[in-house]
């Protein structure tokens, strides 16, 4: 079956430390995948994706690579903002596949 | 700037009543989605359309929560009755192509529902 798992939360940082949240994922097929963010009392929007392996996709100062060979889709950031609090989730999906697999989120909160 | 919107944003209600939760996807977007995101659970498909056809309600109790498109433009989640464990908030999402595919999922602001 097809499935994301993250780690688990919450992560707390001081600002402008290194920020890794790890993701897995099990995928019958040749998904895409993706990161959202959910800042308090908002709906999810998308931060990056990757459509095919060895892809990296990157925004707001965010990245992951697509790793085939590990099934691995880890969101890093150099230098995290007290802004950059929020709940982060992966996600696959991809033309194959009718929606989208959520993981269950990993909720950051940075520190001044 | 397209979004989509839900109404109400909020809403507390008595369990037993009706409950009736709007969204509207962004024009040109053929498929929607209803999520559910507690503390406990995190964020739940219940139910997704491609084109106004359902094509999975899966994830919703069928006896009390039904959802409909009544036309391009709406997209309804209906509760009765209501109870205190669908306090919850809830999300619509709208795309474009195939139900999943390699495009975005635009999210809306939700509907936080609250069953005293």
């Known amino acids: 079956g097809n499935s994301v798992t993250q780690m688990e939360g919450p992560v707390t940082l001081s600002e402008e430390a290194f920020l890794t949240i790890n993701c897995t994922y099990t995928?019958?097929?040749?998904?895409?995948l993706f990161w959202y963010v959910q800042y308090p009392g908002e709906g999810l929007q998308l931060l990056l994706k990757?459509?095919?392996?060895?892809d990296k996709g990157s925004n707001k100062g965010f990245e992951a690579t697509y790793r085939k060979e590990t099934t691995s889709f880890h969101l890093e950031k150099g230098s995290v903002q007290v802004s950059d609090s929020a709940v982060y989730f992966c996600?696959?999906?991809?033309?194959?596949?009718?929606?989208?697999?959520f993981g269950s989120g990993t909720k950051l909160n940075v520190k001044p | 700037d397209a979004r989509v919107t839900q109404t109400p944003r909020h809403k507390v209600t008595e369990m037993g009543q009706e409950v009736t939760m709007r969204c509207q996807p962004i024009l040109g977007h053929n498929t929607v989605f209803w999520y559910r995101q507690t503390m406990m659970q995190g964020l739940e498909l219940l139910a997704y359309f491609r084109n106004r056809a359902p094509l999975d309600d899966s994830g919703m109790p069928k006896d009390r929560f039904s959802a409909e498109m009544p036309d391009a433009t709406l997209a309804t989640l209906k509760i009765q009755p209501s109870e205190p464990r669908d306090s919850a908030v809830y999300f619509c999402?709208?795309?474009?192509?195939?139900?999943?595919?390699?495009?975005?999922?635009?999210f809306g602001p939700g509907t936080r529902l609250t069953v005293l």
């Open positions: 999402a709208s795309g474009m192509g195939l139900a999943g595919g390699n495009n975005e999922q635009f």
């Open positions: 995928a019958t097929g040749y998904p895409s």
């Open positions: 996600a696959l999906s991809g033309y194959n596949f009718n929606k989208f697999y």
């Open positions: 990757a459509t095919k392996a060895d």
